[in-house]
T-cell receptor, first 114, second 112 residues
Framework: DGGITQSPKYLFRKEGQNVTLSCEQN?????MYWYRQDPGQGLRLIYY???????QKGDIAEGYSVSREKKESFPLTVTSAQKNPTAFYLC?????????????FGSGTRLTVV | GEDVEQSLFLSVREGDSSVINCTYT??????LYWYKQEPGAGLQLLTY?????DMKQDQRLTVLLNKKDKHLSLRIADTQTGDSAIYFC????????????FGRGTSLIVHP
């Protein structure tokens, strides 16, 4: 079955550490996105990529970095510069030319700073 | 104000209809969506409607769009306990990357 796989489901980070969240899709979708979700808030866009080797900052990119070396993969690194990284992180994908038909989301990674 | 607004909570009795409301501010919004999020999970696209439509029905779900008032609603008929979740309204506009703006979500609680 096609879908988006995010791993790990739970991640713990110590102060000052960088951590990388994995997102892999086998839907042959062109575009991929990273969102952050905090309790009682909507989804906030961190980064997005519409084609391989290209990505754009979203609304809250500071303290995060991404790469898009393969169509299937869009990992997100939460760097030590992100001062409040505890949140639920969601990856999504869409067909670029049909992004208006909505996104497919992964099941999320919950990141906690310890 | 926020671009997409929703009330935060809705409580209904099992078997009743639920109506979740959403207002948006951008008159150029062309595509409107409803997503469902169950606890600890990602979002699932329930349905979407284009701005040239007034209504869309899909089994127990009915979406109504009032473009004049920039108001979108999702009606769930015969609400079941399995419908308990957070429902997100989102809008995007034609051109560019179609990246949607999401509301904060409405928590639907279904009680027996």
């Amino acid at each position: 079955d096609g879908g988006i796989t995010q791993s790990p489901k739970y991640l713990f980070r110590k102060e000052g550490q960088n951590v990388t969240l994995s997102c892999e899709q086998n839907l042959n979708h062109d575009a991929m996105y990273w969102y952050r979700q905090d309790p009682g808030q909507g989804l906030r866009l961190i980064y997005y990529s519409q084609i391989v080797n290209d990505f754009q900052k979203g609304d809250i990119a500071e303290g995060y970095s991404v790469s898009r070396e393969k169509k299937e993969s869009f990992p997100l690194t939460v760097t030590s510069a992100q001062k409040n990284p505890t949140a639920f992180y969601l990856c999504a994908s869409s067909i670029r030319r049909r992004a208006n038909y909505g996104y497919t989301f992964g099941s999320g990674t919950r990141l906690t700073v310890v | 104000g926020e671009d997409v607004e929703q009330s935060l909570f809705l409580s209904v009795r099992e078997g009743d209809s639920s109506v979740i409301n959403c207002t948006y501010t951008d008159s150029s919004s062309t595509y409107l969506y409803w997503y469902k999020q169950e606890p600890g999970a990602g979002l699932q696209l329930l349905t979407y409607i284009f701005s040239n439509m007034d209504m869309k029905q899909d089994q127990r779900l009915t979406v109504l769009l009032n473009k004049k008032d920039k108001h979108l609603s999702l009606r769930i008929a015969d609400t079941q306990t399995g419908d308990s979740a957070i429902y997100f309204c989102a809008e995007s506009r034609q051109g560019g990357s179609y990246i949607p703006t999401f509301g904060r979500g409405t928590s639907l609680i279904v009680h027996p």
